[in-house]
Structures are given as C-alpha cells and as structure tokens.
C-alpha cells in the first residue's frame, strides 16, 4: 500500500513538474499539423488523380465493342481525375510563390516552379476531357437510337449536338486553359538553353566560298 502510495505521489511531481505549454509553442505546434495535413492531402489528391487517369487510360485502349459504356465509364473516371487534380492544385496554391522563388534561386531545382503548372494542366485537361465525353453522350445516343436501328439519322445526330453544344463548349476553354498551362511547364520546367547561354555562343564563321577555276 505504501509503495503504491509513493509510485501515485512520484507520478503526481513528474506532472507537476512538467512546464506548461506556451501559446508560441502551441501555435507552431498546429501550423506544423496545419502543414503537414495540407502537404499530405496534396500527394492524396494527386495520387488519386493520376491513378484514374491511367484507368481511364488503359480502359481507351480496350475493345470498342460497347462505345456508350465506355464512354460513360470514361466520363466519371475523368470527372475524378479532375476533382482530385482541382483539389490538389487547391492544396499546393500557398507554395506556389514558395516553389518559385526556390526555382529561381537553385536553378537545378527549376522544377519546383513547374508543380503548380502541372497541377493545372492535369486539373484542366481532365476536367476538358469530362466536358468533351459529356457532351459526346448525347451524341452517341442520338446515333444507336437505344439501339433500334431506323428513323432520320440526321435529325437525331443535329439534335444530340445540340444537345452537347454546351459541354463541348466548357471543353475547349479547358483545353484552352490546358495549353497555357502546358506553355508554363514550357517556360519553367525546361531550361531554356539556347537563350540563357545565347550570350556565350560564338557566331558561326562564313563559309569560304570556292574561287572559280580559269578557264582557258
């Protein structure tokens, strides 16, 4: 009984002599979880992006023998991709002048400048491609007309593009908004050697030209 009574009075003083947290420390404290939480949402959202887009891959490949339910597989694959590349690039939006200043400052490390980029164009062009197979499905169900051959092929092909007209439309300003992104990763992934190094060059030597021959 006594023993116990000194083991609860020596674990009482090791907590009595524990110094409090401070408000500085606890606040470090959440902004590292704060940190690390976005970090690590980031790397989720972006794992989950590429891995629907390499199904939505590998299932374009597959056999064309039921268009309509590929398409529509195609459509949600891609839908996901697109909201987890948007969530992602949500998630990566405070590094970003972070990540640039580090690429001008290492220049080894000027692909850092390129994540944000590339989170736009995967976020962008999953989101076009969506579009495009969103507005592709009225299409192909005015063409196989629920599979019953027959009736103005036509009428029913103008209708489904009107009906697509929309979607189509959101699809190229996402590709439109795809190809600037792709001109970014142009601009800040890949030196540009030809025109940092432009200075060093040394312009090329004319070439001699032969005299002519006498001609006797």
Do not use: N
């Amino acid at each position: 009984m006594a023993v116990r009574d000194h083991a609860d009075h020596a674990d009482h003083s090791e907590h009595a002599q524990r110094p409090p947290w401070s408000p500085r420390r606890r606040a470090a404290t959440i902004v590292a979880l704060a940190v690390l939480l976005d970090l690590v949402l980031c790397m989720g959202a972006a794992a989950v992006g590429g891995y629907e887009l390499a199904a939505a891959q590998s299932e374009a490949r597959g056999s064309l023998t039921h268009v309509d339910a590929m398409a529509r597989s195609l459509h949600d694959k891609t839908a996901v991709a697109g909201a987890a590349f948007g969530l992602a690039r949500l998630c990566w939006w405070p590094w970003r002048p972070l990540a640039g200043l580090v690429a001008l400052a290492v220049p080894p490390a000027r692909g850092a400048g390129a994540v944000g980029p590339l989170l736009d164009l995967a976020a962008d062009g999953s989101t076009g491609a969506a579009h495009a197979l969103d507005g592709a499905a009225p299409v192909l169900a005015a063409v196989t007309h629920g599979g019953q051959p027959g009736g103005d092929t036509t009428a029913r092909l103008l209708s489904g593009l009107q009906q697509g007209r929309p979607a189509f439309v959101s699809a190229l300003d996402d590709m439109a908004k795809a190809e600037r992104d792709r001109a970014m990763i142009d601009g800040r992934g890949r030196p540009d050697w030809t025109r940092r190094h432009a200075c060093c060059r040394r312009p090329p030597k004319p070439c001699a030209r032969p005299s002519p021959r006498p001609t006797c």
